[in-house]
């Protein structure tokens, strides 16, 4: 596609539950990054994908988080047993090679009730 | 820990006026400094610096590094209401062995009035 596509845009969910976002990078784009925005916060670094190098998972908060990428295209984060504190949008960026002009998809609110 | 501080964190303008966002870092490995404008949802990307000195400008905006005093700022002069968004300052660098990543600062959150 033109940009990168994240799904769902909106998401309500229980606690204890467990959820997947979407993230569909554009075509040709190796690196791939998940940041979370709480309300008034700056963007928290999650995790980021490299070609075919091992992730950086340093910006995970938790054991409840976890995300995959196969190969150069979609990449799922999971949040399982979500808590009231997981809500905030999700965002995801891709880019060429490494950091720099990062695109950003539209992200995924998540809210956990 | 690596870190980027961004002030203020919000400010009120009227049109016309010129504004100067601040963002400072502590990073162990700095590769380039980065300026993001966030108006909804979506972060679109304005300047990326590398080089102490060097003046990055598009049409009102402008924004320079300084590496001596690991800051930056963002220039923005006549300022209008379209301007009124969150601008995100991120600074890459290698972290963990890593390439590549991007810390944010929390934001500075600029309203324009007319």
């Known amino acids: 596609g033109a940009g990168v596509s994240q799904s769902p845009s909106n998401k309500v969910t229980e606690k204890g539950k467990d959820v997947e976002l979407r993230c569909d990078p554009i075509?040709?784009?190796?690196?791939l990054y998940w940041y979370r925005q709480s309300l008034g916060q700056g963007l928290e670094f999650l995790i980021y994908?490299?070609?075919?190098?091992?992730?950086?998972k340093s910006g995970l908060p938790s054991d409840r988080f976890s995300a995959e990428r196969t190969g150069e295209s979609v990449s799922t984060l999971t949040i399982q047993r979500t808590q009231q504190e997981d809500s905030a949008v999700y965002l995801c960026?891709?880019?060429?090679?490494?950091?720099?002009?990062?695109?950003f998809g539209e992200g995924s609110r998540l809210t956990v009730l | 820990e690596d870190k980027v501080v961004q002030s203020p964190l919000s400010l009120v303008v009227h049109e016309g006026d010129t504004v100067t966002l601040n963002c400072s870092y502590e990073v162990t490995n700095f590769r380039s400094l980065l300026w993001y404008k966030q108006e909804k949802k979506a972060p679109t990307f304005l300047f990326m610096l590398?080089?102490?000195?060097i003046e990055k400008k598009s049409g009102r905006l402008s924004s320079i590094l300084d590496k001596k005093e690991l800051s930056s700022i963002l220039n923005i002069t006549a300022t209008q209401t379209g301007d009124s968004a969150i601008y995100l300052c991120?600074?890459?660098?290698?972290?963990?062995?890593?390439?590549?990543?991007?810390?944010f600062g929390k934001g500075t959150k600029l309203s324009v009035k007319p």
């Open positions: 994908f490299q070609g075919n190098s091992a992730p950086d």
């Open positions: 991120a600074v890459e660098s290698y972290y963990g062995g890593s390439q590549g990543n991007l810390i």
């Open positions: 590398t080089s102490s000195g």
């Open positions: 960026a891709s880019s060429p090679e490494r950091a720099g002009e990062l695109f």
């Open positions: 075509s040709g784009h190796t690196a």
